[in-house]
């Protein structure tokens, strides 16, 4: 999984409503006319839904209280993730959801009691205990979907929040010090967008101070010294190029120790001191396709690969606290595998066989015993999970609710291939609906974000509804640019070569006619993010061979994406899509644009935005909007004024779900 990997406004029970009206809510969701673009608010009754008639002079489709009852029960599902030991005891933090937001959990044993420490409007996510005052704990929250995350430090005995960052700027990266309450981050405060390294100590917040100027948006600490005296700095470029740091903790000066930069790019990830300094563990494509385990000596600046044989990506580790014993995953075919290894000797040690799914969050307690991590699966969400080193027991801390429902015969991901337009074998997961339903299914394809991100094997939450009682086949592909199957798959949407991956899906269109069980005449294409771009893309580009489109959080112009973004983001994302201030590049972008070439829409188009959305500016989503409904095609839209990137609350969440059942019942169905 992606650094970033992981989407998901406000429809308060009751009374009128502050935050959605008439104008950012579009029409066809409030009102019968679906050119209407009067103001006005709307009422909401209790189930969180829209009810009564309309101030913008016509009554919109009712949301019906059948359709919010069937689907309650695809939506009351839960998931927990780990974020960290207590230092002493075998006690764990925890995020989970119980009421409309994610809050930090403590549980004092595997299959306890979920203790809620913070209660907030807003996802507030678990950083670890204060080491030397582990009556305190960490979290991070920001403010309807900003993305301004700040660092707070909560003491659990009076449950009093205090501040440690200042309150307004970005703050993120935090990595905690080995023997200290120090916490080195990095922020954008200086100037909005350059990400400086910064300490703090949590138990004084005062002493927030920054220890290095840095140029560039793409830097976090990845770890401590063993000593607590340098801080390992890594600068991502690009998702194929980065570089690492030590930084003085005193002095803030800075030396590199990865080559400087070549002809060929080379990634290192997941970085880590080893326990007597002299090496760092890593991650790294260096000499590869693939991200391989290696420890770099700090002396001579030599690699050497822990596991040389392995075809796959390791997507992250954790090197034990007294250095003996690595844990990682590798990413094969999508599916996670937990992997340990002796560090002394190199060789592979004994671990569990997991449930196929997701891994991830690896995280060692200081008794050296206990590793943590986080698994999901077609038919579990995310829970935590420990393993003893010793005895080999995987215990599972957390039984998330899956809304009642037995997930025993919930779909299984089908493993598929295609050979794309240029011959190039592309996969993905298929998702079949139950044999109760017969004659050719609908499909609906989604799209994975990123662009450098890929479809796996998770728990579909929501979207088991569309499957078990709608009847319609999912089908999730990773184009080429997916990352998971090498750096030369992943550079091949890069600047001029975007449109490749439209093809792929356009190729994808040619394998689904060739199956008997699906429909290729009822395909909804679907995606988050830059899939809601791979949406947009489809749309204007392929629209004869898609009925109906759900853009959530999409880029309709490259070109003002990369000119509106946040400005930390803009060099990250100028690497991947090109760099607009190029007259060639910025004639490209604009050539490819869906913005520009909505006119070849003709089918209904769903689009969902935020706010608050800092990666994605609601601007994108306005003029794709408005360039649509020039066509005289029906057009939804649904903004919420308190999310951001996605719909974090779940209120907000279950609205958009039943707003797109009403749009597929419509428009994929009929």
């Known amino acids: 999984m992606t650094r970033d990997s992981k989407l998901q406004k406000n429809i308060p029970n009751g009374s009128l409503d502050p935050t959605l009206d008439c104008t950012s809510v579009c029409a066809p969701l409030l009102c019968r006319d679906e050119k209407c673009s009067a103001p006005g608010r709307r009422r909401v009754g209790r189930t969180g839904v829209s009810s009564g008639r309309q101030p913008c002079g016509g009554r919109r489709p009712p949301i019906p209280q059948s359709l919010v009852e069937a689907v309650g029960r695809y939506s009351d599902f839960r998931s927990a993730l780990f974020r960290g030991w207590h230092p002493t005891r075998r006690e764990m933090l925890v995020d989970t959801r119980l009421a409309d937001t994610t809050q930090v959990h403590l549980l004092k044993f595997p299959g306890g009691a979920r ?60 990595v905690p010090s080995n023997n200290s309450s120090r916490l080195a981050y990095v922020s954008n405060r200086r100037d909005g967008n350059d990400m400086d390294l910064w300490l703090v100590d949590s138990l004084d917040p005062k002493s927030d101070h920054m220890v290095a100027k840095l140029e560039g948006g793409g830097f976090f600490p990845v770890d401590w010294s063993p000593d607590d005296r340098k801080i390992l700095l890594s600068e991502e470029i690009s998702a194929t190029n980065t570089n690492l740091w030590i930084i003085d903790a005193a002095t803030g000066e800075k030396s590199l120790i990865t080559p400087k930069p070549q002809a060929v790019q080379v990634a290192y990830s997941n970085a880590k001191f080893s326990k007597d300094m002299k090496g760092v563990y890593l991650t790294t494509d260096k000499d590869s396709e693939f991200q391989r385990l290696g420890y770099l000596d700090l002396a001579t600046g030599q690699i050497t690969f822990l596991e040389p044989g392995l075809k796959h990506d390791v997507e992250e580790f954790d090197l034990s606290w007294n250095g003996r014993t690595i844990a990682f995953v590798t990413n094969e075919e999508g599916l996670s595998v937990l992997r340990l290894i002796d560090t002394r000797t190199h060789k592979e040690l004994s671990a569990p066989k997991l449930p196929p799914g997701i891994v991830g969050n690896l995280s060692w307690h200081r ?304």
């Open 367 to 670: 008794n050296n015993r206990d590793l943590a991590f986080n698994l999901e699966s077609n038919r579990a969400p995310w829970d935590a999970y420990s393993l003893d080193l010793n005895s080999g027991k995987v215990e599972r801390w957390t039984y998330s609710e899956t809304g009642g429902l037995n997930t025993d015969n919930f779909s299984q991901a089908e493993l598929i291939h295609w050979k794309s337009w240029d011959g190039l074998t592309l996969s993905g997961f298929l998702y079949r609906p139950p044999a109760k339903f017969r004659g050719k299914r609908p499909v609906m394809v989604v799209i994975h974000g990123g662009p450098e991100g890929q479809a796996q094997p998770g728990f579909l939450a929501r979207n088991n509804y569309l499957l078990n009682e709608l009847g319609v086949a999912l089908i999730y592909p990773n184009v080429r640019g997916s990352t998971g199957y090498g750096k030369t798959f992943m550079g091949l949407d890069n600047g001029f070569l975007r449109e490749g991956s439209y093809k792929d899906i356009n190729s994808l269109f040619d394998w689904i006619e060739t199956q008997a069980e699906l429909d290729s005449s009822r395909i909804l294409v679907t995606g988050s993010s830059y899939g809601g771009f791979m949406t947009l893309a489809v749309a204007t580009n392929y629209d004869n061979r898609v009925c109906c489109s759900v853009d959530v959080v999409g880029p309709s112009n490259l070109l003002t994406l990369l000119e509106h973004t946040s400005g930390y983001r803009q060099d990250l994302r100028r690497v991947e899509y090109g760099d607009e201030r190029d007259p060639k590049m910025r004639d490209f972008l604009e050539s490819i644009a869906p913005a520009n070439k909505a006119k070849n829409i003709t089918k209904p188009l769903f689009v969902i935005q935020g706010f608050n959305d800092p990666r994605v500016p609601r601007s994108e989503s306005e003029q794709m909007v408005s360039s649509v409904r020039t066509n005289g095609v029906p057009v939804w839209y649904l903004m919420a004024k308190d999310e951001g990137h996605g719909f974090d609350k779940k209120k907000n969440q279950d609205f958009q779900f039943y707003a797109t059942v009403l749009f597929i019942q419509r428009y994929l169905l009929n």
């Open 115 to 174: 203790t809620q420490l913070t209660f907030y409007p807003d996802n507030a996510h678990a950083d670890g205990f204060v080491l030397t005052h582990p009556d305190s704990i960490l979290f991070i929250k920001d403010k309807n979907g900003d993305e301004n995350y700040q660092y707070y430090r909560d003491e659990l005995s009076t449950g009093e929040a205090t501040l440690l960052t200042d309150g307004k700027s970005r703050n993120t990266g935090h």
